[in-house]
């Protein structure tokens, strides 16, 4: 076991008591129960929690960066947990990002809500989580918004100056960028498959006046 996991279980046992206000064998809960669809009244429950006690930090919705840039997104944040042991690992994942464990106000109803709740927002679109989770911080992913990264080109603007063919070979070559405003150099590299969601994504933004790569 390593330290990271070793906290994270020693954290998921005092979540646990805080949470459910029992300690229980550490075992989690059985996951069939979280799986069927959420009605309407649960989902909006949970959407009033993390209203109440998330969205200072966390974007909650549908689209817009997080308050705090270092809080992710939470329409993205479920693809980072496995769906088999989401109540557990969301709770884990909560209570290692959160140093000192803040004294988040829900019990176990309340748990199932916030999942349905992040269910319900969840992106789906591969090349839109993609963009999400791995560019969003520097490129202006949407059709008027600007790049948090100076430099960084909005997306948009991508098919004025690329044609599909040259945008494929360069991403799976690699594209050098600067990393943060020090100047560190990174290469950004995709797989072919990354590359075909990618244009997808382009496709999903264009307008008349910003049509994607040809
Ligand atoms: C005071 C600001 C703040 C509040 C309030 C807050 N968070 Fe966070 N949260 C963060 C930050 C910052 C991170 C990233 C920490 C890191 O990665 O080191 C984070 C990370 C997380 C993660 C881990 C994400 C991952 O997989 O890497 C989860 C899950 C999470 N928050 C859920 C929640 C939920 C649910 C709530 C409301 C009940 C909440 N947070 C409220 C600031 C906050
Ligand atoms: C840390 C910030 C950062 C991240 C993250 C990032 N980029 Fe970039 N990217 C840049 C910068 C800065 C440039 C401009 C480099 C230059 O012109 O020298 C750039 C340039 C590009 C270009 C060339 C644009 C043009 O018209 O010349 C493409 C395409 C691109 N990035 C795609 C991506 C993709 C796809 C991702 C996510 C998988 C990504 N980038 C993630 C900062 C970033």
Redesign the pocket.
């Known amino acids: 076991m390593t330290a990271r996991s070793l906290i994270a279980a020693l954290l998921l046992s005092l979540a646990t008591t805080v949470l459910t206000g029992c300690v229980d064998d550490g075992m989690g809960t059985s996951p069939s129960s979280r799986s069927a669809p959420s009605d309407p009244a649960t989902v909006e429950d949970g959407r009033a929690?993390?209203e109440a006690?998330?969205s200072?930090?966390?974007a909650i919705g549908l689209e817009g960066m997080s308050p705090?840039p270092?809080?992710?997104v939470f329409r993205t944040?479920l693809s980072?947990?496995d769906q088999d042991v989401l109540e557990r690992e969301?709770i884990d994942?909560?209570g290692?990002?959160?140093k000192p464990m803040?004294q988040?106000q829900?019990d176990p109803q309340g748990t199932d809500a916030?999942i349905a709740y992040l269910r319900s927002i969840q992106v789906t679109s591969p090349g839109r989580l993609l963009v999400e989770e791995r560019c969003a911080r520097c490129h202006a992913i949407g059709r008027n918004d600007t790049s948090p990264y100076p430099g960084a080109q909005p997306y948009r603007n991508l098919g004025q100056r690329w044609t599909r063919a040259q945008l494929r070979d360069a991403l799976r070559s690699g594209i050098i960028a600067e990393h943060d405003a020090s100047g560190v150099r990174f290469q950004m590299k995709l797989t072919d498959q990354e590359i075909d969601d990618f244009l997808d994504f382009l496709k999903s933004i264009e307008t008349p006046d910003h049509p994607a790569p040809r």
Do not use: S
């Open positions: 929690i993390a006690q998330c200072r930090c966390h705090n270092a809080a992710p944040i980072r947990y969301l994942g909560m290692v990002a959160h803040p988040f829900f916030l």
